[in-house]
């Protein structure tokens, strides 16, 4: 109610003023928020429409392909070793070889 002497619109006013202050900082809350989730979307929609997204996938899977490659080759270079040392092992348990 209104004190002695002030107008009961003020009230009214001052209360509706104080609304909507709270009503600003919200609002100003959801449009960051909304902000923030466009930019993401949009981020989102360069990397899987755009050539960055593709573009790295591509680059994935020549550098899996390379790797693959590395890992023939040195699959192949321990069996190669695996192979010599069996060949020592051989030789060392038939007394040695040709030693004199």
């Given at each position: 109610m209104?004190?002695?002497?002030?107008?009961?619109d003020l009230d009214a006013l001052r209360?509706?003023?104080e609304v909507?202050?709270?009503l600003t900082e919200e609002l100003a809350g959801w449009r960051r928020r909304a902000?923030?989730?466009?930019?993401?979307v949009a981020e989102s929609s360069r990397f899987?429409?755009?050539?960055?997204?593709?573009?790295?996938?591509q680059e994935l899977e020549e550098?899996?392909?390379?790797?693959?490659?590395?890992?023939v080759t040195a699959r192949s270079q321990v069996q190669?070793?695996?192979a010599r040392?069996?060949?020592?092992?051989?030789?060392?348990?038939n007394g040695g070889g040709d030693r004199g």
């Open positions: 209104a004190s002695a002497g002030e107008r009961p209360e509706l003023d909507l202050r709270h902000l923030t989730a466009e930019s993401k899987a429409e755009g050539d960055g997204g593709a573009g790295r996938v550098s899996n392909r390379g790797l693959e490659r590395r890992l190669e070793i695996i040392l069996r060949f020592l092992e051989q030789q060392q348990g």
